[in-house]
């Protein structure tokens, strides 16, 4: 079975500080995917990042950044000098291949940026 | 990248009556996906809607309750059928990459059930 966590349920910080949202997951498979979504107050996801699992190499898109650790089992996001805009719900998934398959959701971390 | 309609957006209904949801796909896709987020919650999924055969079911929810159409590789029906107020939640249909670009999983807009 398949299972995410992100242990961290609310992130409050003033805008500019950098915020890590965690996430660490159980596969079997030794072929899976990872994902992060954005969940803005308005209720529509909106897809970050996919990764696969023999990808380890960090990724950097604009002020968000990424680090895939297969060793830790984990799949961790970093928003740098935050801004008002990035208050919303950020949920981590897990898939077995990339497309065509069911996501498994971490249960979501709510990040609130305060002016 | 895919564009996914919903419908309703949102709706309130009536405890016992019944609801479909429709989830229309600007390009053919393999598989189309229901999820369901209750309140404060992740998304748990519903069901795989295939086209030309049965959907199948993810533990704790059944046919009777969900029952889901796929009449073709754009289009897919959820209905809450005799609803409660445990069915209130947002209902997200989602769909497979496309091809040429299969690194997203693409969700609709959801539609936002209340059910008193």
């Known amino acids: 079975a398949q299972k995410v966590t992100q242990a961290q349920t609310e992130i409050s910080v003033v805008e500019k500080e950098d915020v890590t949202l965690d996430c660490v997951y159980e596969?079997?498979?030794?072929?899976?995917?990872l994902f992060w979504y954005k969940q803005p107050p308005s209720g529509e996801l909106v897809f970050l990042i996919r990764?696969?699992?023999?990808?380890?190499q960090n990724e950097i898109s604009g002020r968000y950044s990424w680090n895939f650790q297969k060793s830790t089992s984990s799949f961790n996001f970093t928003i740098t000098a935050s801004q008002v805009v990035d208050s919303a719900v950020y949920f981590c998934?897990?898939?077995?291949?990339?497309?065509?398959?069911?996501?498994?959701f971490g249960g979501g971390t709510r990040v609130l940026v305060k002016p | 990248s895919a564009v996914i309609s919903q419908k309703p957006s949102r709706d309130i209904c009536q405890r016992g009556t019944s609801l479909t949801i429709q989830c229309q796909v600007d390009s053919q896709v393999t598989m189309m996906f229901w999820y369901r987020q209750q309140p404060g919650q992740s998304l748990t999924l519903i069901a795989t809607?295939?086209?030309?055969?049965?959907?199948?079911?993810e533990s704790g929810f059944v046919i009777d309750k969900f029952p889901i159409s796929r009449p073709n590789l754009t289009f897919s029906t959820l209905t809450v059928s005799n609803m409660s107020p445990e069915d209130s939640s947002i209902y997200l249909c989602s769909v497979d990459g496309l091809a040429g670009d299969r690194d997203e999983q693409f969700f609709g807009p959801g539609t936002r059930l209340t059910v008193l």
């Open positions: 809607a295939n086209q030309g055969s049965e959907a199948t079911y």
């Open positions: 990764r696969n699992s023999f990808d380890e």
């Open positions: 596969t079997r498979d030794t072929t899976y995917y």
């Open positions: 998934a897990l898939s077995r291949r990339a497309a065509g398959n069911k996501l498994t």
